[in-house]
């Protein structure tokens, strides 16, 4: 591309792959939960959930006074999953949030899903997906 590196001869696939990674630049420098938050790990909390495979997903929290994220990753190249990420009560306490409301989880990326849940969360994820979920 005579050395323009605009994506003029990008493919659409590598196009859409280009898109995702500046979307996760951009909402990584906007990001105050994921730029100067706290990290919960949710994988001990996770050990028996329901459709939980601790050996393909990992799930945590990203949190700060202005922002609350889950984070969840499957890394089967294969698979798709769906499962419910369980939030302990110690996790909503860090958070300063309650354990006993229900909370809207808003999906960042993909689907811009609204997902609800009361200590927990059912969510779906693609093979190789992640789910970048905004708690309020």
């Known amino acids: 591309n005579g050395g323009q590196f605009d ?6 696939n590598q196009e859409k792959l280009r898109q995702f990674y500046q979307q996760i630049t951009q909402r990584v420098n906007t990001s105050d939960g994921i730029r100067t938050g706290n990290l919960y ?5 996770n050990t028996g959930s329901t459709g ?3 050996e393909r997903l ?5 949190y700060s006074a202005k ?5 969840i990753c ?8 769906k499962t419910s990420v369980q939030i302990p009560a110690e996790a909503w306490q860090k958070m300063k949030l309650s354990n006993t409301q229900t909370h809207s989880f808003a999906d960042l990326f993909r689907t811009k899903a609204k997902l609800t849940g009361k200590g927990s969360v059912s969510v779906e994820l693609p093979p190789l997906g992640v789910r970048v979920l905004e708690i309020s």
């Open 74 to 81: 499957n890394f089967d190249k294969k698979k798709s999953t």
């Open 58 to 62: 990992y799930s945590y929290l990203r």
């Open 41 to 45: 790990d949710l994988q001990e909390a």
């Open 52 to 54: 939980y495979d601790q």
């Open 7 to 12: 994506g003029g001869k990008l493919t659409e």
């Open 67 to 71: 922002q609350k994220l889950l984070i």
